[in-house]
């Protein structure tokens, strides 16, 4: 891509500590070393820290402290960048703002430098929102695992993925195009086998964009059960551990919802499904359609029960949507006083525990934390976006058309159109195909950077 070497310069606080700390101010664009000339009275060193004081048009001081210039194409946005420190006081950093602004640079929107980073071909789309995702990242797994984004982990493989397509497509065109051939290339056995492992690499990689999702979004978990089946014990239980923040929701009295917890990321949300099914009175009626509504927003639903009342109680997850991931608490072990185990039943993860004596919760933590997207240690965890995995899916529809033209209709033209579609999808997630609405979209959604 080319570098953009004539863009307005632009300006922007890019921290401000409190009193004391450090505030920086960071301009981008061509005319960026001629202001930073005019506040150091001489040229800067390419990254060189320079001690400077800071002064108004009228030769009065405003601070002082350090100038840096990244001149292009070596800087964040790959135009010429200049940093100014000084102290973190947002008085001052509004003044030398102003002071940058009046040497004839202008305030920089939300995501523009890395709107310019991504236009110059320094940081791809993944690592554009990766940035964003890491400013606004709400737990230590989800910083972690968005930093891994901006390394371009996943860029890695999505790119290595439209790679193997490419070749696909190659290889199939060449068989269309030389159709005299003796041989039939589309018959091989070699081309299927490799468009099924491209399947199965990218059904890994749309696993792995979803436990991203979620990593960055937070689970959504709603505990449901009936009256005294121990969903408040359990909750207050979760919310004892010391990576929890406990919020009431404020509500009527008789809201089914009660309380939310956010647990190292994961959002717990209680849902008292008394009279879910058959109530007339109008506050139940509006508390079990909000009920429903959490129900329905829930990537996991935790069924509180005993042995027991389990079977009486199973039809509560029955109105689920069919994505919803379920798992099934049995509560009050101490009492026949069995030992906490879990179990994969019917494709359906149980776990007996007692919220009580707190026996078992460790393993109802381990199960959250793997649904929320939390690998052993998280390696290998990316930060992703709803767009990728919606990317992701189409690009999977199309590819196993292509499989199917293949196999059954050894149709290569169709197969070949399908791959190019392929690898389309897979261009949208890093941003080879973007279209300047999406871009918006994107880069519209910064608080800063
Ligand atoms: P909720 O209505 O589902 O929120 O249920 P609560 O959490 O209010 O619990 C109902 C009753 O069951 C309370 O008296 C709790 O002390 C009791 N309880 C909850 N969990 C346990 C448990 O693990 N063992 C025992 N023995 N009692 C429990």
């Known amino acids: 891509m080319t570098m953009n070497v004539h863009a307005e310069t632009i300006a922007a606080i890019a921290t401000a500590a409190g009193a004391g700390g450090v505030g920086i101010i960071r301009l981008s664009g061509s005319a960026a070393p001629a202001m930073a000339r005019t506040l150091l009275g001489r040229s800067p060193r390419p990254r060189h ?30 135009e010429d960048v200049v940093e100014l420190q000084a102290h973190g006081s947002p008085v001052i950093l509004r003044c ?24 110059n071909g320094k940081i791809d789309l993944v690592q554009a929102e990766a940035i964003a995702d ?31 397509v490419v070749r696909l497509r190659v290889w199939i065109e060449a068989a269309i195009d030389f159709p005299e051939e003796e041989i039939d290339f589309l018959a091989t056995p070699q081309l299927l086998e490799d468009l099924v492992a491209t399947c199965d690499r990218l059904d890994d990689l749309l696993a792995a964009s979803r436990r991203g999702v979620r990593l960055a979004d937070g689970l959504h978990v709603v505990i449901v ?29 008789r809201d089914l919802l009660r309380e939310t917890i956010d647990l190292d990321g994961i959002g717990m949300t209680l849902v008292d499904t008394a009279g879910l099914r058959d109530s007339l009175d109008v506050v139940e009626i509006e508390g079990m359609r909000r009920a429903r509504d959490e129900l329905a927003r ?18 509560l997850l029955a109105d689920l949507p069919a994505t919803t991931t379920r798992l099934i608490v049995h509560n009050k072990i101490d009492l026949a006083g069995s030992a906490p ?15 009580r004596s707190g026996a078992g919760l460790d393993l109802l933590m381990a199960a959250l934390r793997k649904a929320a997207g939390y690998t052993e240690d998280n390696q290998g965890a990316f930060s992703a976006r709803t767009r990728h995995v919606d990317a992701i899916e189409r690009a999977r529809q199309h590819l196993h058309a292509a499989l199917r033209a293949l196999r059954e209709q050894r149709a290569g033209e169709l197969a070949a159109e399908e791959l190019r579609q392929v690898q389309h999808a897979l261009g949208e997630i890093t941003g080879t195909f973007s279209s300047e609405d999406l871009l918006g979209r994107i880069f519209a959604d910064f608080c800063i950077g």
């Open 49 to 78: 820290a320079h001690y400077c004081t800071f002064t108004e048009k009228d030769g009065s001081v405003l601070d002082r402290g350090l100038i840096i210039h990244f001149p292009a194409p070596h800087s964040f946005t790959g």
């Open 96 to 119: 030398l703002l102003a002071r940058v602004i009046e040497l004839g640079a202008r305030q920089a929107r939300p995501g523009e430098f890395s709107e310019r980073a991504f236009l």
């Open 134 to 164: 890491l400013i606004a990242s709400g737990s230590q797994a989800a910083a972690r695992a968005a930093v891994r984004s901006l390394d371009g982990e996943f860029s890695a493989r999505v790119r290595a993925l439209a790679e193997a």
């Open 225 to 253: 059960g009936r009256p005294n089946a121990g969903k408040s014990s359990l909750l207050n239980a979760l919310a004892a551990s010391d990576r929890a923040i406990v919020t009431d929701l404020p509500g009527t009295t």
């Open 298 to 315: 829930a990537d996991l639903a935790v069924l509180v029960s005993t042995d027991a009342q389990l079977e009486r109680d199973l039809p």
């Open 341 to 355: 185990r879990q179990a994969e039943i019917d494709g359906l993860a149980h776990i007996w525990l007692s919220a």
